[in-house]
Nanobody
Framework: QVQLVESGGGLVETGGSLRLSCAAS????????MGWFRQAPGKEREFLAG????????YYAASVKGRFTISRDDGKNTVYLQMNSLKPEDTAVYYC????????????????WGQGTQVTVSS
């Protein structure tokens, strides 16, 4: 069983930055593809970014490409999401996940999930 704990969310003004962290335990982190998702009130969960093993490949949704960066530190069993140029429409609960399916592009599902961290961007 893998446990994931997100941190780093909060309240930020439009144009600001946040870095989310997701610490994993209970598994072999370096073997997993990891992803970040978000869910805003009344909307479906959205796959934002994925990173595969050894950081060979990454993917970004069009809504965040050029503003968000996913990275991982296998020595720390942690995946990060650096978020820059934040907009009010980025307001959501952000989740990290171990991916049990990912086509390398926009389709991915999670096997294990964190509890989520709230990001609120004020206008």
């Amino acid at each position: 069983q893998v446990q994931l704990v997100e941190s780093g969310g909060g309240l930020v003004e439009t144009g600001g930055s946040l870095r989310l962290s997701c610490a994993a335990s209970g598994g072999t982190f370096s073997r997993y593809a990891m992803g970040w998702f978000r869910q805003a009130p009344g909307k479906e969960r959205e796959f934002l970014a994925g990173i595969n093993r050894n950081t060979v490949g990454t993917y970004y949704a069009a809504s965040v490409k050029g503003r968000f960066t996913i990275s991982r530190d296998d020595g720390k069993n942690t995946v990060y999401l650096q978020m820059n140029s934040l907009k009010p429409e980025d307001t959501a609960v952000y989740y990290c996940a171990v991916l049990d399916y990912w086509n390398g592009y926009s389709r991915a599902t999670g096997a294990y999930w964190g509890q989520g961290t709230q990001v609120t961007v004020s206008s």
